[in-house]
Nanobody
Framework: QVRLVESGGGLVQTGDSLRLSCAAS????????MAWFRQAPGKEREFVAA????????HYADSLQGRFTISRDNAKNTVYLQVNNLKLEDTAVYYC????????????????WGQGTQVTVSS
């Protein structure tokens, strides 16, 4: 069992930046592919970014490239999501997810999920 705990969300204004963190415990984090998903009110959960265990492979949602940066620190068992120039449409609950094996853009490929952290962007 892997426990994932997200943090770093909050109420921000358009144009601001945030760094979300996801702390992992309970399994060899360094061998897990990790990802961020988000879910806005009334919408389906969508893929944001994924990173391989080594950090050598990174994927972003096509529509989000440029403002989002995923990274990880295996020594700290933590994965990060840097979000710059926040927009109103970035308002969502952001979830961290993990899985053994390669990265995936599909939520159903991930076995472990955090409880989510709310990001609310206001104008």
């Amino acid at each position: 069992q892997v426990r994932l705990v997200e943090s770093g969300g909050g109420l921000v204004q358009t144009g601001d930046s945030l760094r979300l963190s996801c702390a992992a415990s309970g399994r060899a984090f360094s061998s897990s592919a990790m990802a961020w998903f988000r879910q806005a009110p009334g919408k389906e959960r969508e893929f944001v970014a994924a990173i391989s265990w080594s950090g050598g492979t990174i994927h972003y949602a096509d529509s989000l490239q440029g403002r989002f940066t995923i990274s990880r620190d295996n020594a700290k068992n933590t994965v990060y999501l840097q979000v710059n120039n926040l927009k109103l449409e970035d308002t969502a609950v952001y979830y961290c997810a993990g899985r053994d094996g390669v990265t995936s853009k599909k939520s159903y490929d991930y076995d472990d999920w955090g409880q989510g952290t709310q990001v609310t962007v206001s104008s």
